[in-house]
């Protein structure tokens, strides 16, 4: 295997939160990692026995998390310690945020169930990808948007305020504010 890494000192776990490529085996990432599934194991146990009591539970496992917003479990996260969620918005179930790289979602946004919120990336060459390298861009949710059930939003991704992705998008680029985008690969169908 070639060293991807020569002359640089850097962890992979501080690679990985430069937005560089990195190897995840860094035991601060594994370590990281298993938090957020024993976090979102314990969201999903105490939602089903009261919602209200479990809103702790999932503002301790993500980064930021908004007065009034409301995350239907079960929850999947790589870290969850890079998402955050503004206030008053709605998330239904299944929500798939590989966190990565950091995810925000803005206000007020209504996340349809099934959403898949990828921030990570892998290289095209194939012996870099059969070495395990990989990196990963944000992923940014504006104020008021919606994410139609089984919407798909890709590393890298911005998507303006107000804005409507149809269920089943495959966003690959940014969406402006006030449109309407559907379909795979999205693409924009009418302002709003």
């Not at 919606?146 to 919407?151: E, R, T």
Request: hydrophobic share 40%; with cysteine; net charge negative.
């Amino acid at each position: 295997m070639t060293d991807h890494f020569a002359g640089d000192p850097r962890t992979n776990h501080e690679r990985m939160l430069a937005g560089d490529l990195y190897i995840a085996d860094d035991p601060a990432i594994v370590e990281a990692q298993r938090r957020a599934v024993r976090l979102a194991a314990r969201y999903l146990a105490a939602y089903t026995e009261d919602p209200d009591a479990a809103q702790p539970v999932v503002a301790e496992l993500l980064g930021g998390l908004g007065a009034g917003a409301h995350i239907r479990p079960p929850l999947y996260v790589d870290y969850g310690s890079y998402l955050t969620v503004g206030e008053d918005t709605f998330i239904n179930y299944n929500l798939t945020a590989l966190d990565v790289a950091p995810i925000t979602i803005g206000r007020d946004c209504q996340i349809g169930p099934n959403v898949q919120l990828l921030t990570p990336t892998h290289p095209v060459e194939p012996e870099p990808r059969r070495d395990k390298l990989e990196a990963a861009r944000p992923i940014t949710i504006g104020d008021n948007v919606w994410l139609g059930g089984g919407a798909i939003v890709l590393a890298g991704v911005t998507i303006g305020e107000n804005s409507v992705i149809g269920a089943g998008a495959v966003v690959t680029k940014d969406v402006p504010a006030n449109v309407v985008a559907v379909g795979n690969p999205a693409r924009v169908i009418r302002s709003i």
